[in-house]
């Protein structure tokens, strides 16, 4: 029996794709729901006759978790003052606001701070616009990676990308074929990055939700 097996139930109108870890220290079932991936732990010898009742039994929670992934909106911390705490690619930085001697604002990222550096007088939507530019930078020096490795197993050529705002929607793909991305992404992990890439990169092949779609998109994620 393999150790890894990816299978799908049905429950109501949405397809359960997931994927099975055998392991000989488990005796029981768990169900993990990452992203737009659903991981399910069983013991060693447990046949998919008995996994598959147990996930459609687990169906309508899975369900709300993997559209709760999909739907979580674009947030950012509404303020923004030293010891405020923001996440960038996926680690955790600090902010602190500091007085510019040259006059001129700045921003400095260290380990773990992020230190701004303000003009006398100087107004904290300076600094908010310091820091979406230092999040959009970063976010455009990251993704090309991953939508290489994405358009390679896919086989189609690298799409061209824009990092900005997006209102309420993390990623969104042009007519033109173009992916655009929240520049607010920055602020998440980097597994959850990886989802909205996947999951637009799969849209240049297949706009809609459909069963193809949804089959493509976890091709990319088991991949990786
Ligand atoms: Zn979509």
């Known amino acids: 029996m393999p150790i ?35 991981e399910v732990s069983v013991p060693s010898g447990m046949k998919l006759a008995t996994i598959q009742p147990f996930v459609v039994k687990k169906g309508a929670w899975i369900v709300q978790k993997l559209d709760h992934a999909r739907h979580q909106k674009p947030i950012y911390p509404s303020i923004l003052e030293s010891g405020t705490s923001i996440r960038l690619l996926g680690r955790q930085y600090q902010l602190r606001f500091l007085p510019a001697v040259d006059r001129r604002a700045s921003l400095d990222v260290s380990a773990r701070q992020i230190q701004i550096y303000l003009p006398p007088g100087g107004k904290t939507k300076m600094g908010q616009k310091l820091i979406k530019a230092l999040l959009r930078k970063e976010l455009e020096k990251f993704l090309p990676d991953t939508l290489e490795k994405y358009s390679s197993i896919l086989k189609i050529p690298v799409p061209s990308i824009q990092v900005r705002d997006l209102g309420n929607r993390w990623g969104s793909c042009t007519s033109s074929g173009k992916l655009l991305f929240h520049w607010l992404l920055a602020t998440q992990s980097l597994d959850f990055i990886d989802s ?4 637009e990169i799969c849209h240049l092949i297949e706009p809609k939700h459909s069963p193809k779609f949804k089959k493509m998109l976890v091709k990319l994620r088991l991949n990786t």
């Open 4 to 38: 890894f097996q990816k299978d799908s139930v049905q429950y109501g109108d949405t397809e359960i794709n997931y994927t099975v870890t055998r392991s000989k220290e488990r005796n029981t079932i768990g169900i993990t729901v990452c992203g737009p991936m659903v």
């Open 196 to 199: 909205v890439v996947a999951h």
